[in-house]
């Protein structure tokens, strides 16, 4: 009978836990994965500065337009609601699409880059209504720049020149 | 009851532009009656727009005061003088600014959806007022399908759609050939001689002038 002592006697050995085990694993990953989650980070902060760029840009090509809505009587109220309004609308639609894209994505890379996997993604729906409201939360924070810059608008000199 | 549909009293008006004062107009007193074709005549940089502007609530004087039915709109504030360029006021001017995706029945009824009217009830009038400026057949195209022309008429007429006391006209036709340009003045002429309708109208072209009743001339801010 072969004795595990005669083969393994003279090297040095180690053992661990199932637990020690799990959790080197978890460390691995996290470690691996660390990167991504920055870039998350990195991305919605990139995401936010490419609204407000895109808000006030539109705000800078509208102004003449504004200009001529308050020359034949808007208000400053009445011109807050339509910015407010447009402002709700275009973020409503960006964050249905994006989270039913990004919902889509997940789902995909699992079906389609990694088919051997036998995990599914746990997707919380929490997660994507919450991303949602924050981009409408943006999409209305960008609108407020428009509203107090149109309460002081000299309509004269966006009019006086084509 | 003031005899002027529309009166500037002591107007004085000073632009500060890097710690420099620039005194624009100097102490302006003048009244355009009731059913008045008046014509703001002066060469360029006499500051004629900028009284015109002043007189239709759309800047503000440094100091004095526009009355308009008695009162003065120069103290009025944001609300009021929204509700003033619906109701009671039209403007015209040279580059039309007219909204590009909106129709020409859309762009005239503006006014009236901004004072929370419904269009329905105008339907009269809008019809009324497209054959008064000849544009019937164009209601439903957008201002980049019209000339020149046709688009200061969308102007004229939405300057009319809320029938107001006075209309403004800041060089009509200082965008126009000379004979459209005519017919633009003809038109301001007409709305003036049968709808009774104030006109005050900047012009440099004594030409233009003559279609009025009146001239008022300024120069270097100052009404002569």
Known sequence: ????????????????????????????????????????????????????????????????????????????????????????????IGAVIAMIISWLEIKTIFLVAAPRIAMQPKLELGTFLFAGALGVGITLIGSIVPIVKNRSMKIVEELKFD | MSRYAIEARGIIKDYHVGGIVSHVLRDVSVGVATGEFASIMGPSGSWKSTLLYILGGLDNPTRGSVLMNGRDIAQFDDTNKSIMRRRNIGFVFQFYNLIPNLNVAENILLPVLLDGKKIG??????????????????????????????????????????????????????????????????LLREINREQGKTILMVTHSKDAAQYGNRMIYVRDGVVE
């Open chain 1, 1 to 92: 009978m072969v004795q595990i002592r005669d083969l393994f006697g003279t090297t040095n050995h180690w053992s661990r836990t199932i637990k020690e085990f799990t959790e080197d694993g978890l460390r691995t990953v996290n470690a691996f994965l660390q990167p991504m989650q920055n870039l998350t980070w990195f991305i919605l902060i990139l995401a936010t500065v490419g609204i407000i760029n895109n808000l006030i840009i539109n705000y800078i090509q509208k102004r003449r337009a504004t200009a001529m809505y308050k020359s034949v009587g808007m208000s400053n109220w009445q011109n807050m609601i339509m910015t407010l309004t447009e402002g709700l609308s275009s973020g409503l």
């Open chain 2, 121 to 186: 009830e105008y339907k009269r009038q809008l019809k009324e007022i497209l054959e008064v400026v000849g544009l019937t057949e164009k209601r439903k195209h957008t201002p980049r399908e019209l000339s020149g022309g046709q688009q200061q008429r969308v102007a004229i007429a939405r300057a009319l759609i809320n029938n107001p006391d006075i209309i403004f006209a800041d060089e009509p036709t200082g965008n126009l050939d000379s004979k459209t340009g005519s017919e633009i003045l003809a």
